[in-house]
């Protein structure tokens, strides 16, 4: 099972490109402002403080089900419009249609039932209520872990079994497309946001997947010593091999709709 405890360590691998991926879909909602926003699966807070400096909302009300990542969210985000809560994002503790933006960054995929999830979204969503979430382009356009993962993938064939593109096929515009058309939303709409990542040196990169948190740093953290050092100079080689700064593209894919008025 992935691991998620260690707030740090998951900013470092990928909470830090999600905070630049959550500006472009935060200002691609349009939300109004005084929304109450629901956001579902928090993490370590990056959709949260997005939300809190560039939507200006009444409140939100930020859940994830990892209670280490609340903790660090709430630690760092300091506004009293937001509250965390520890929850599962497929029986959220809310009463429904009470929300005017219910947001998922990063989450969807990692659901047992992604369709049950959305569903879930919508029914604490009020009749014309956005909903949208966005999760990385695994298969090709995030480039830090599809490096990461080519390269595993070379030294061990089997490693594709572990690989997110495998993993989730969801991450893709048409199944994200259909997944929100399924859950009865109206004016569905999927487009990519692309962000710059940009490493210090080769450490900045490669540390992360030391910490074990997340898949690909679990994976890499599991392997035998000789192999771990074989992946990772196949990534220096590869990526930088001067040890210097370089930068990668990170790619998600983000999805909206609108829940149906009321006498719809």
Not at 67 to 88: G, K, M, N, Y
Not at 145 to 164: G, K, Q, T, V
Request: contains cysteine.
């Amino acid at each position: 099972m992935d691991r998620w405890t260690g707030g740090g360590d998951y900013e470092s691998y990928v909470g830090r490109w999600s905070r630049v991926v959550a500006e472009e879909f935060i200002d691609w909602l349009a939300a109004p402002e005084g929304a109450a926003w629901l956001d579902v699966g928090c993490g370590t807070g990056a959709l949260t403080a997005t939300i809190l400096a560039r939507a200006a909302p009444a409140s939100v009300v930020a859940i994830d089900r990892s209670a280490d990542f609340v903790a660090h969210a709430s630690a760092h985000v300091h506004d009293r419009r937001a509250v965390f809560l520890v929850a599962d994002a497929a029986a959220l503790p809310l009463i429904g249609t009470r929300a005017d933006v219910v947001a998922s960054g990063l989450l969807l995929n990692f659901l047992p039932d992604p369709d049950a999830a959305l569903s879930e979204l919508r029914r604490v969503a009020r009749p014309g209520a956005i909903v949208a979430a966005y999760v990385w382009d695994y298969a090709d356009g995030m480039q830090p872990i599809r490096a990461f993962w080519d390269a595993a993938i070379e030294l061990a064939p089997s490693a594709r079994e572990s690989d997110e593109a495998t993993r989730f096929p969801l991450c893709a515009p048409d199944r994200l497309e259909k997944l929100f058309a399924g859950a009865g939303l109206l004016d569905v709409s999927v487009r990519a946001i692309d962000a710059e990542a940009a490493f210090r040196d080769f450490d900045d990169y490669w540390t992360p997947f030391l910490s074990g948190v997340g898949p690909a740093p679990g994976y890499c953290a599991a392997l035998p010593a000789d192999q771990r050092e074989a992946l990772r100079s196949r990534l220096l080689a590869r990526l930088s091999p001067g040890g210097g700064p370089f930068s990668l593209n990170a790619r998600a894919f983000a999805a909206r709709g609108s829940v149906p008025p009321a006498d719809a």
